[in-house]
């Protein structure tokens, strides 16, 4: 089945750039383009794309907006919307999040994490930027005892990362988590928690970007957290990496 994507940005290079990518995968195409925020509701109304790429400042309605007019949580039947943008803002991230993003990128972060942001989209995956996961983590460091919160939102595609984080956090004092990991495992959650794509987890351990990902997903299932952030914030709340470590 082919993925139906709608490019939402006011840049013509960078749709240029995102068409280019996208449409060289067997199993994407980019059916529509939009220049400003207004204009991409228009077009997910008439061509019904499965995922919506979108940038946060637009003309006329701004890509957090169109996140939720699109995706957030009044609406019946949401589309699935990834964020791209320039800017790695804290307040972006969580109001994307909130909105209903179900993935939040930077533009540099390049083709592959692009390609893997789709794919993960429409498999009910949250994927978020290692970048911004790493900034993530290192504000989680300096306050290592987040308030536990062991019933995140029910919808995998408006979960925050501070409930993610939330619902990696170990258990009060005197009830230490089970640690239900194999050794390969652990190697693979140490690397999420510094911001490694699948692509450069596999070169780290000799392994496919298939087979991390396969990885990553069972240990998602293991800690019972929806996404990346959650599987870093586990590593860092249980000791498994330490800042610089």
Known sequence: MTTRILIADDQDD???GFRLVLDSQPDMTVVGEAADGVAAVEAAARLRPDVVLADIRMPRLDGL????????PDVATPTRV?????FELDEYVHTAL??????FLLKRSGPTLLIEAV????AGDTLISPQVTV???DRLSANPNPHPNPHPHSNPNSTSAAASTSAASPTPAGHPVPDPLTIREHEIVR????????AEIGAELYITAGTAKTHIANIQAKLRVRNRVGIAAWAWANGH???GG
């Open 119 to 122: 794919r993960a989209a429409m």
């Open 14 to 16: 960078i749709r240029s």
């Open 65 to 72: 907006e169109l996140t939720r007019r699109l995706a957030g």
């Open 82 to 86: 990834i964020v791209v943008t320039t």
């Open 241 to 243: 990496v330490t800042p």
């Open 135 to 137: 900034r993530l983590l």
């Open 191 to 198: 690397l999420v928690a510094r911001g490694y794509t699948n």
């Open 98 to 103: 909130r909105n209903g993003a179900c993935g």
